[in-house]
């Protein structure tokens, strides 16, 4: 398996916990985080070689993603597994997938890329790369059959993860928050280049909060390794703001909050989940973003947003993602409970339609696929 960066970790060890239940004697290999690796999996590199996020970004990172792909082909061809999985990451492992389907090994991508997002040129050839694709959305195998890809829809495995009615007391109490305190999570994602673009401004954010709602408690969720690369911006950004840093505990910090500021990604689908208003903030290289603002195809970025088909929750992105906007949003959920009930109920929906029992599914199409 190889998966990259903490939220393919995320997704990886709740598929590899399913597998396990139904093979106890799995042996599992490749590139993984330290979630998958409470389970037993043998990292060979760690997931968060592959946190990079943006054209320029990853060009600068080229040498040695490109040498770690080389060195995992090389590994795996020599001793061959009686299946790759894929997780998310789909630059580093469409291609990867390819080679060893091309030598016999079956290959299974589980998240379908964002074809329908933008890049829809990528379902093409991805016949050519895998054997079957274990899709988290409904709309998604539908897509992937008219191109020739095989493909299943397994339901999203956090959506099993996470209880329809989200644990706020119990989250409270885990972080030592009383039931009266309004509460904001900070998430500004778990990238290195995440935290050097994204979170000065959330915590510029969290400042301004603080001046005009001195009540407010603040969250901030930290990804492993990140810790010392956020502290100087917390003392620069944020002095004196009650902020609370956690080690992860990220889930613990959205059933605990009333409104979550949040780096659009996969936590926004955790934060829908939760059922919590959100808003949704996002910075990177301004050339990465004028070449994947020309090529995306939809109006909405978050996922909450795209799987409702509605702006539902507010989008701030790149130069629109200033402190000043980003507070007002948050405290206009803060003052809106009738608009926070609505988005419940629209939240409650998306959590029914993606809790599926990822786990069994997807192993029952990993056990077709291989034949055990």
Known sequence: MVAGEASGDLLASLLLGGMMARWPGLRVTGIGGPKMQALGFDAWWPSDKLAVRGYVEVLRHYREISAIREALASRLLADRPQAFIGVDAPDFNLGLAKRLKAAGVPAIQFVCPSIWAWRGGRARRMAESVDHVLCLFPFEPELLHAHGVAATFVGHPLADAIPLLPPREAGRQALNLSEGDSVVAVMPGS?????????????????????????????????????????????????????????????????????????????????????????????????????????????????????????????????????????????????????VARLRSRFDDLHQLLRRDTARRATDAIAQIIQA
């Open 191 to 339: 990238r290195r280049s995440e935290i050097d673009s994204i979170a000065p401004v959330f915590l510029q954010t969290v400042a301004r909060l603080h001046r005009q709602r001195p009540d407010l408690r603040f969250l901030l969720p930290v990804a492993p390794g990140l810790r010392e690369r956020l502290l100087p911006l917390v003392e620069e950004h944020a002095p004196g703001a009650p902020l609370q840093l956690l080690e992860g505990q990220s889930h613990a910090a959205l059933a605990a909050c009333d409104v979550t500021l949040i780096a659009s990604g996969t936590a926004t689908l955790e934060a829908a989940l939760f059922k919590r208003p959100m808003v949704i903030g996002y910075r990177m290289n301004a050339l990465s973003w004028q070449i994947m603002k020309r090529m995306k195809y939809q109006p909405w970025v978050g996922l909450p947003n795209i799987l409702c088909r509605d702006f539902v929750v507010p989008e701030l992105l790149q130069d629109d993602c200033r402190p000043e906007a980003l507070a007002r949003a948050t405290l206009g959920w803060l003052d809106d409970p009738a608009g």
